[in-house]
């Protein structure tokens, strides 16, 4: 069983990827060549929706290729007749390639959109 820490997503500025599992569209999961693992993910509750909205670039480009370059988050949010969006964008970048993943949460601005970043210890 895994449990996990959290940490800021600049952490993994430096390390190298040796893959990455993106099987559901509410998490992603890298692993790195220090043996270590850290989740990308949205723990959903009632009212929100907090999902895997595009990745823009190849995975393929960061894995085994050098140490990160480039671990980046940033966000916005809109307002609109009470409801809120916040898009999420998370860019990693290797010498060889780009990749942004972009996150799109929705509530009625009462429940979190936020994405959380963890690395996956054993329990």
């Not at 949205?42 to 960061?62: K, T």
Request: overall charge negative.
């Amino acid at each position: 069983m895994a449990s996990w820490d959290s940490e800021g997503f600049s952490t993994l500025l430096g390390r190298t990827l040796t893959s990455v599992q993106h099987d559901r569209d509410d998490e992603v999961v890298f692993h790195c060549a220090d043996g270590t693992s850290w989740r990308l993910f949205h723990s959903q509750d009632c009212c929100e929706c907090v999902v895997v909205h595009s990745v823009d670039g190849d995975f393929a480009d960061l894995i085994g290729t050098g140490p990160l370059v480039m671990a980046e988050e940033a966000d916005s949010h809109e307002s609109d007749s009470g409801d809120s969006v916040t898009w999420t964008f998370y860019k990693l970048a290797t010498v060889r390639g780009y990749v942004t993943i972009t996150w799109r949460g929705e509530s009625n601005g009462h429940y979190s959109e936020s994405v959380s970043f963890a690395r996956l210890v054993d329990a």
